[in-house]
């Protein structure tokens, strides 16, 4: 299994609501491709809950484990547990990091962070990672904030530069260079690989 700072340098997210076709074969292809960790996210707009996302995971985890990617669940402590995953990500108004890391003493943690405020109050000294951004627009997260742009990763850096960043938020081949540039561990990942055409050559400009 790769470290936390590789894992986090071609990070894919996907639910089935990202796909137009079979997301197993997706993050099969995304895997075989050069991806270096997975994390599953249903949320939004055509998601599934509740059995069937509890099975869809189960089959993408499965696939993580088969090819040893590193595997996060978004935001859900039940199924990050029932699927023993690798890692859970959270956003502002999920469940305290503090409270996951009582709870997962073992296991990453990564947490949202989009500006001054949110870095300020986030019991940093209980996660693992951050997911900063949204750094350009994305139209994937129905409710994404205002893109920071590449300085907000410059400055987290700067004050915390032992903490290990991925980018986040309408990241694409043309732009994922700056992302690292600015002193990233990695990039985050949606539409930029489940809209591929062609999903080996998108991995690899990543």
Sequence with gaps: MLNLQQALRKYFIMGSQNCDRDPKQILEEAIQAGITAFQYREKGQG????????????????????YDIPFFVNDDVELTQVLDADGIHVGQDDVNALELRQRFPNKWIGLSISNMQELQSSPLDH??????GPIFATTTKEDAKAAVGTDWIKQV??????????????ISTEN???VLES???GVAIISAITKAKNINEAVAKL
């Design 176 to 178: 994922a260079a700056s």
């Design 183 to 185: 002193g990233a561990e």
């Design 157 to 170: 850096k700067q004050l915390y530069p032992n903490m290990p960043i991925v980018g986040i938020g309408g």
């Design 47 to 66: 998601s599934l809950s509740g059995f069937q996302k509890y099975i869809l995971g189960k089959e993408l985890r499965n696939i993580c484990k088969q």
């Design 127 to 132: 996660v693992d990672y951050l997911g900063v």
